[in-house]
């Protein structure tokens, strides 16, 4: 494996008040607030090894729904990149996340791979990008 050399990809620069942020609507009758998709970023770590770092403002999410909304938008920046690097699947690796005046940030490591990986915790870059999509859950 080559590229250890710390090479850095910006897919939406990390910040506020950003033309790439993008905001989800919840439907009317829905009972979860709005969420507010503040960035990603990628850096490529190796060949087949991907962190990725993304921020979203959910001050109103705590807990297990915060870290949960926090690793569903890194799924979908992971997937998203992929597909850019013409790479079809994911294996998640772990994630970190934090909070600070209502703003979560996701800190996380995945492989990403032309075949099916093995392990548990894989994502087909295809299927997770529509999922995405649906959700109003940007990519990239």
């Not at 439907?27 to 190796?46: I, R």
Request: aromatic share 4%.
């Amino acid at each position: 494996m080559s590229g250890r050399g710390g090479h850095i990809v910006v897919a939406l620069a990390l910040g506020t008040g950003l033309s790439g942020c993008a905001q989800a609507t919840a439907p009317a009758d829905a009972e979860q607030p709005t969420l507010t998709y503040l960035g990603s970023a990628a850096k490529v770590l190796d060949d087949d090894l991907i962190n990725i770092f993304v921020s979203l403002d959910g001050a109103h999410l705590k807990g297990i729904a915060a870290r949960e909304a926090a690793g569903r938008y890194a799924d979908c920046a992971v997937a998203g990149h992929s597909l850019q690097r013409g790479y079809g699947f994911a294996r998640h690796i772990r994630t970190n996340v934090t909070e600070d005046s209502g703003v979560w940030r996701a800190d996380a490591v995945y492989t990403i791979s032309r075949t099916l990986p093995r392990g548990i915790r894989t994502i087909d870059a295809r299927a997770q990008v529509a999922t995405c999509a649906a959700e109003g859950i940007p990519t990239v």
